[in-house]
């Protein structure tokens, strides 16, 4: 999680920083461009969010996806595809938003309901337009023994984005 938090925020900063060279056209193109400054507290959230929190609590769900379906054929991956997506993604959601919420130091139940009024379905359904496909991969054809490293690499790009829509 905090390598996808390290990714996101220098490609918001390459992204702005194009933004802005593009704003200035009259600006000689040997004039710096003023650099955003890197958070390193919002890393560290996300590596202590990924730590604490979601690494530990996705193994256990793994775990229990294997014991639920533990043969890897076509049926199997599909009812740990339907229980993934359908029971776990829905719920983890609030509590991700309210783990960096703790983390920021300002918990608020108010202000946890407008950031999943406004990011709850957005982020459900990038969820399942990387997850679903994925999951699918990877509950069908990766062996067990590679599943969660298929899984922290497809991770890896989907921190980026719960980084950005964390953080907008």
Known sequence: ???????????????????????LPNVASSSPT??????WYRTAKFFLLGGVL????????YSFLIRL????????????????????????????FSGLQFLDGNFDMDQ???????????TLIANWAVWIPAMMVNFRFVPQHYQ?????????????????????
């Open 54 to 61: 979601v690494g530990p609590a996705l193994h256990h769900w």
């Open 34 to 39: 003023p650099t955003l400054p890197y958070d």
């Open 1 to 23: 999680m905090g390598a996808g938090d390290v990714a996101c925020q220098f490609l918001t900063r390459y992204e702005k920083q194009q933004e802005r060279a593009t704003d």
């Open 69 to 96: 379906a533990p043969v890897q054929n076509t049926s199997g991956a599909l009812k740990r595809l339907a229980v993934d997506q359908c029971i776990f993604a829905p719920a983890f959601i609030p509590v991700f």
């Open 148 to 168: 969660v490293l298929y899984s922290n690499a497809v991770g890896f790009c989907w921190n980026i984005f719960l980084s950005a829509i964390s953080h907008k």
């Open 112 to 122: 946890l309901r407008r950031k999943l009024k406004r990011d709850y379905k957005e």
